[in-house]
């Protein structure tokens, strides 16, 4: 029987280095190409114990117990204001997770909205104190924290300040949050106390400790839930549609629990319910590889085992809508996951008003953002879907602007307008909101109205 990868999420204020952290490890850019700096969806990559070991190197020593994880699968998560969805998502899926928080900067509004989605799943976590290569005086240098950390290396001053930011920033927020918390070279017991790990993302110094605690904590995990063991049909979400050459439409997703097979039938949500689909094709991402910014090409295997990425290569994909709840399921079983999908589907529609705009986004994730982000500023959503735009969608909208000329908008995100729609849109004088960034698209969509109502 195999083991389950214990699934790893990196939580976190908006720009305290999560991305930029698995980067490091990965030896990655995703960071520095996400449209405006940050993160919009949830990410995933497998680090296998081989690479955990390698980094580590003689540090495992200080976890007096042996690995005998699988490696890990580190799901990212956005952390601007607007994704609190899909923070809650990667929450939920994790077993274990690390919280990023900007040594210099402190607890912020989501740090403090992480740390309550992990109090409430109970999920044990670690603290990344990163940008410590910002403290004034600090000599920051790749490689393990505990050798860098003394008299001989930084200057007293240096040594004071990380003291002071280590405990006004990060240990005392976490005290008026209800948790006992050091720097993990002092802690004596992992189980009462929150380990608090100092690095950077820039310079690497730190990430051999933050990789060694986190395995440890990983182990411990496995250890106490006997239930790691794999079995069952394989659970998970989708990350996103994609035009694969070759293979036509594949889904990108997480497995979080059960074995796929190839032969096997996909149930996933689509617009009209769900979509069943016989699967051709599972392929793996190379170890290291974020799933969203492969910089290899995906392997074909015969079975997958959670937790772990997969491309899905099957008839039908078209619209398969990104974000929604997936099984793999044998034929004799796809009722059984078809009530699943069904029931988890509804629980997550997004609800609308009488009359307003249309809204659309590329996944279920950000959909919910921009729904919550133009609900704050009193925008009125008669429509909200995920996909492209059609001449439909337009002529619809057309009859929304007869209500009220301030419904004739569309607010999009990431998704393609279709040729035809572009007319139809021309034609009607349909006002179009289309961005990859979803502050920037409210920030728009404010302006004109207040354009508007003058
Ligand atoms: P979101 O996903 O948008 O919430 O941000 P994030 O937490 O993933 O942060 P990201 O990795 O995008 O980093 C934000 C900015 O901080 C970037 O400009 C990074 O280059 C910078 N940064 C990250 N880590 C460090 C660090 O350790 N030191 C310094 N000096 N800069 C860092
Ligand atoms: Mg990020
Ligand atoms: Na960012």
Same mark, same amino acid.
């Given at each position: /029987? ?59 020593? /200080? ?45 912020? &509004? ?25 403290? &004034? ?30 405990? =006004?920033?990060?240990?005392? &927020?976490?005290?008026? /949050? ?52 794999? =079995? ?52 793996? &991402? ?55 999908? /069904?029931?988890?589907?509804? =629980? ?39 996909? =492209? ?66």
């Amino acid at each position: /029987m195999a083991l389950r990868c214990p699934i790893v999420s990196v939580l976190g204020h908006v720009d305290h280095g999560k991305t930029s952290l698995l980067d490091k490890i990965r030896k990655t850019r995703v960071a520095s190409r996400e449209a405006g700096g940050i993160t919009q969806h949830i990410g995933a990559s497998e680090i296998p114990i081989d690479v955990i070991k390698k980094v580590c190197g003689n540090l495992l020593q /200080m976890l007096k117990a042996d690995l005998t994880i699988p490696g890990l699968l580190v799901i990212d998560t956005p952390g601007h204001e607007a994704f609190t969805s899909l923070r809650k998502r990667g929450g939920a899926l994790a077993d274990i997770a690390i919280l990023v928080v900007d040594i210099n900067e402190g607890f912020k &509004p989501q740090t403090i909205e992480a740390v309550n989605i992990l109090r409430q799943c109970k999920t044990p976590f670690v603290v990344a104190a990163n940008k410590i290569d910002l403290i &004034p005086g600090w000599n920051s240098k790749e490689g393990p924290f505990v050798l860098n950390f003394n008299e001989k290396n930084q200057h007293p001053n240096a040594l004071t300040e990380f003291e002071i930011r280590l405990y =006004e920033n990060v240990i005392k &927020p976490l005290n008026d /949050m209800g948790f006992n918390a050091d720097l993990f070279t002092r802690v004596e017991d992992i189980t009462k106390t929150v380990c608090i790990i100092p690095v950077s993302a820039k310079t690497g110094e730190g990430v051999p400790d933050l990789l060694m605690m986190i395995a440890g904590l990983a182990q411990r995990f496995l250890e106490q839930n006997l239930n790691l063991n794999v =079995e069952g049909h394989a659970k998970g979400t989708v990350l996103e549609v994609k035009e694969e050459r070759g293979l036509g439409k594949t889904i990108d997703a997480i497995i979080y629990d059960g074995i796929a097979r190839k032969g096997e039938y996909l149930v996933v949500g689509g617009p009209d319910g769900v979509v069943i689909s016989k699967i051709k094709a599972l392929l793996k &991402p190379k170890p290291l590889d974020e799933m969203r910014n492969p910089r290899d090409k995906f392997k074909p295997v015969k079975e997958v085992v959670a937790a772990a990425g997969v491309k899905i290569a099957a008839p039908n994909l078209e619209n398969v809508i990104a974000g929604s709840p997936l099984r793999i399921v044998p034929e004799d079983k796809i009722e059984l996951a078809k009530e699943e999908i /069904m029931k988890e589907i509804e =629980e997550s529609t997004i609800e609308t008003d009488d009359e307003g705009i249309l809204i659309k986004a590329d996944t279920l994730g950000s959909l919910e953002a921009l729904a919550n982000e133009l609900r704050k500023i009193g925008v009125k959503i008669k429509k909200a879907e995920v996909g =492209e735009i059609s001449k439909k969608d337009v002529i619809e909208v057309a009859s929304f602007k007869q209500v009220n000329p301030l419904y004739g908008a569309i607010v999009t995100f990431n998704t393609k307008i279709l040729p035809d729609a572009k007319r139809e849109i021309e034609k009607y004088g349909i006002k179009l909101f289309e961005g990859n960034i979803i502050y920037k698209l409210v920030e728009d969509y404010e302006e004109w109205l207040k354009a508007e109502l003058e």
